[in-house]
């Protein structure tokens, strides 16, 4: 079973905090994912990787960074929290073979209060 | 750019009764497609990908690149169904692009 793990369950920071969210996964999966997922406005992407060291934006990357310095590990930054960061951030992987991908495993979700 | 459009945030049916929850798509490219479903409490997992062609659970989705839908169905609802389901596409470069998720409630 793949499994994609996240450091929190549960986070409260003030803002202006520098805040890391950080997501390992276990089956040597070459792409990775930070997703916002809140409601009425479904998942929207805000970086992925799709190997080490390497890393794109997606949809929403203003006031986040990542770093991808290990294949299993994927660490997304608040650089300095605001109000409008409180959110549920999701953590995926998922692994590419002869141009195909294959699909996404998520983790349990990350509940980021910004106050 | 690359689009999941699912127009409908809520979708209430009887138990027994057919579902078609929409997924409409626009992608310069060859898109491939998936059904993601969440139920309570539970984390988001795959549900069904068009390039396997299965049934899931009694769920069914089929491509259509004419009408650029990808709609999941399901002849008689269970109370088990509900729960929110994604559609997502993905695109070049694996970049994934999610649609806004259509709650699925099965009424009793």
């Known amino acids: 079973d793949v499994k994609v793990t996240q450091s929190s369950r549960y986070l409260v920071k003030r803002t202006g905090e520098k805040v890391f969210l950080e997501c390992v996964q276990d089956?040597?999966?070459?792409?990775m994912f930070w997703y916002r997922q809140d409601p009425g406005l479904g998942l929207r992407l805000i970086y992925f990787?799709?190997?080490?060291?390497?890393?794109e934006k997606g949809d929403i990357p203003e006031g986040y960074s990542v770093s991808r310095e290990k294949k299993e590990r994927f660490s997304l930054i608040l650089e300095s929290a605001s109000t409008n960061q409180t959110s549920m951030y999701l953590c995926?992987?998922?692994?590419?073979?002869?141009?195909?991908?294959?699909?996404?495993?998520f983790g349990p979700g990350t509940r980021l209060t910004v106050t | 750019a690359q689009r999941v459009t699912q127009p409908e945030k809520l979708l209430s049916v009887f138990k027994g009764a057919p579902v078609e929850l929409k997924c409409n798509y626009s992608?310069?490219?060859?898109?491939?497609l998936f059904w993601y479903v969440q139920y309570s409490r539970q984390r988001l997992q795959l549900l069904l990908r068009?390039?396997s062609r299965e049934s899931i659970k009694g769920f069914t989705a089929d491509l259509n690149k004419g009408e650029t839908s990808f709609h999941l169905k399901k002849p008689f609802a269970q109370e088990e169904d509900s729960a929110m389901y994604y559609c997502?596409?993905?695109?070049?470069?694996?970049?994934?692009?999610f649609g806004t998720g259509t709650k699925l409630q099965v009424i009793p």
């Open positions: 990787s799709y190997d080490v060291k390497m890393k």
């Open positions: 089956m040597d999966h070459e792409n």
């Open positions: 995926a992987s998922s692994f590419s073979l002869a141009g195909l991908t294959y699909e996404q495993y």
């Open positions: 997502a596409l993905t695109g070049g470069y694996q970049k994934v692009t």
């Open positions: 992608y310069s490219g060859s898109p491939e």
């Open positions: 068009h390039i």
